[in-house]
């Protein structure tokens, strides 16, 4: 049984993957299950384990446009019913340096990308000042479709899609990670701190190393935090030289 034995090498190989980035906490409870019920021994059967029945398709995507593929008509919370267009994420598929947002607002709503009104424009501006380029960085957020009004997503929102990310992150493989406010912070590192303990700190994610700063909304808001964001982000640029050897 050749075909089953590599979905149960895939499925393996998946969840050892998850279990890189997040130890024995996996995301949802369904996937908590699979892990618990999926026997890696090479005897087990898989054509009659519930578990491996029960892993969905995308989580066995081998490359971003194949995951896009296979959750952008994706209905398994409520922001679905609200959203204009899917927000998958934008940027070089192997880059070094993620940045992680909170989630679409009405511009990214309206084209498809994040990060892309007056805010974005702000975020372009903050990753020139630290030499890197939209282009060779890959910008995604916590939830992928536009929560109404723009409200934070809720927590169970977050839970629901976060699986997405952590599979995005899985296929990028990047050095390091920037979130962008609280919302992205706290549901990325499953922390409940607030922004001003987290900003300045260097977490670890699996082997991906995680800092923190204010989201450019936020900036805009408030300039006086802009001062902030600047020592933020050049601490990342300096540990990013760093892992670089540069
Ligand atoms: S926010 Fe995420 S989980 Fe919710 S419908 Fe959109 S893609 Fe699916």
Redesign the pocket.
């Known amino acids: 049984m050749k075909s089953e034995y590599t979905l149960k090498e895939k499925i393996i190989e998946a969840l050892k993957e998850q279990k890189e980035i997040y130890g024995d906490e996996l995301f949802t409870s369904s996937l908590s299950l699979r892990k618990t019920e999926v026997r890696t021994d090479s005897s087990s059967d898989s054509s009659h384990n519930p578990a491996l029945e029960a892993i969905e398709t995308w989580e066995m995507a081998e490359s971003l446009d194949e995951l896009y593929d296979k ?1 952008y008509e ?7 019913k609200g ?1 204009n267009k ?1 927000v998958f994420g934008v940027g070089n598929p192997n880059a070094d340096v993620m940045l992680i947002g909170e ?1 679409p607002g009405a511009d990214e709503d309206r084209l498809g990308e994040p990060f892309v009104g007056r805010a974005g424009q702000l975020l372009n501006d903050i990753l020139k000042a630290i030499h890197f380029t939209r282009q060779e960085v890959y910008i995604g957020n916590v ?3 536009r929560p109404p009004g723009n409200r934070t ?1 809720l927590p169970s ?1 977050m839970e ?2 976060l699986p ?1 990310l952590t599979k995005q992150i899985q296929l990028i493989k990047p050095k390091l990670i920037l979130c962008l406010g609280l919302t992205a912070a706290q549901g990325l590192l499953k922390k409940k701190d607030s922004l001003s303990a987290l900003r300045g700190k260097i977490f670890e994610l699996g082997k991906v190393k995680v800092m923190v700063t204010y989201h450019p909304a936020a900036l805009l808001r408030n300039p006086n935090w802009k001062r902030g964001c600047w020592e933020d982000v050049q601490k990342f640029r300096k540990l990013y030289d760093e892992m670089k050897g540069n």
């Open positions: 959750i994706c209905t398994k919370c409520v922001l679905h959203r899917f989630g939830v992928k479709c997503p929102e629901t899609c997405y």
